[in-house]
């Protein structure tokens, strides 16, 4: 093979006859999920969400009551698996997607519901002792809330992303401190700021969500979001649902707040994705509320028509 076609396959990215960009990996306009992992740990890898934390201080009243307004009764962690030790819960968590994945399946073990820096340090560190030494796992994800990494949580994090790969996840949803008071977040963005920055200094990979949709916000304000949580190495967009029980139930049924259709959503995630930059990964561009949970936009719950309308847009 010539060398100029080496070089020319080796490129992450070609340009389609129209101009758009497009990563040769996976065929789309972004660095996605899968393209990461392969790219990281050499395969797919899946998602086993376990759980550690029971709450979080926006709802026990450390800092605030009745937790964020769109946040389920489970800590918006619904599909996660506590059953026993984390050996115990993994076991439980992959088995129920080892069908799909395969026997040699690798998986990331995800502590999703609630906030799972918000406990002990000494049982953050046990969980993280016992998810690492399960060889199927090949990273720790942790879900928290960026006012929830005091010094002795940080050492503990510390130690176990110098020798594992820790990503921890964080709930930025807006840039818009306004926003954040109305949403009842509880804390403000330059702490989420703070926190990337002390996480990325102790070697840990950082993932901020982002809600597209938020009561009173316009474009600009989803697109300070979308520059803010660039700051990780990756972002998860997801469109504002309203789920069952939860306080924007109530606000949604007073027909104070709309929610997005689903070619208006993409709309916004297409200008959200010329902004991100192109190192960083696009861990999710559409969200995921159990359908049992579901009141709106019910168009995100037909998961074939939106994979396949993602593909179309953002695919080659
Ligand atoms: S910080 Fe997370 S767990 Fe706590 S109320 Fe908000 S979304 Fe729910």
């Not at 690492?132 to 005091?150: F, G, K, M, W, Y």
Request: charged residues 25%; contains cysteine.
């Amino acid at each position: 093979m010539p060398i100029f076609a080496v070089f020319v396959t080796l490129l992450p990215f070609e340009r389609l006859p129209w101009g758009d960009k497009i990563w040769t990996m996976n065929r789309l306009r972004y660095k996605d999920a899968n393209s990461y992992y392969k790219e990281r740990f050499g395969s797919k890898v899946y998602k086993a969400a376990i759980g550690l934390a029971d709450s979080c201080p926006n709802r026990d009243g450390k800092c605030g009551t009745g937790g964020c307004i769109f946040c389920s009764e489970g800590g918006s962690g619904e599909f996660t698996i506590s059953s026993g030790s984390i050996k115990e819960s993994l076991d439980h968590a992959i088995s129920m997607v080892s069908k799909k994945a395969g026997p040699d399946a690798r998986y990331i073990a995800y502590f999703q519901s609630f906030s799972n820096t918000y406990v002990d340090p000494k049982r953050l560190d046990d969980a993280l002792i016992e998810a690492a030494s399960d060889e199927r796992v090949v990273q720790i994800a942790i879900a928290t809330r960026p006012d929830c990494l005091p010094q002795d949580i940080m050492e503990v994090l510390a130690r176990h992303a110098s020798q594992f790969p820790v990503m921890v996840e964080l709930g930025l949803q807006t840039a818009n401190d306004g926003t954040g008071k109305f949403i009842n977040r509880c804390f403000d963005t330059s702490t989420f700021v703070d926190a990337v920055r002390r996480l990325s200094a102790i070697g840990c990979d950082t993932c901020a969500h982002v809600i597209f949709g938020l009561p009173g916000e316009d474009i600009n304000d989803m697109m300070e979001s979308v520059r803010v949580a660039s700051i990780c190495t990756g972002v998860k967009f997801t469109c504002l649902y309203i789920p069952k029980g939860t306080a924007i139930e109530n606000i949604w049924k007073r027909g104070e707040v709309e929610v997005l259709g689903m070619e208006e959503y993409f709309d916004i995630v297409e200008k959200a994705l010329d902004i991100v930059p192109e190192d960083k990964v696009i861990f999710r561009v559409t969200g995921d509320c159990p359908k049992k949970l579901l009141l709106a936009p019910l168009w995100t719950s037909d998961k074939r028509r939106v994979i396949n309308y993602i593909n179309r847009r953002f695919g080659s």
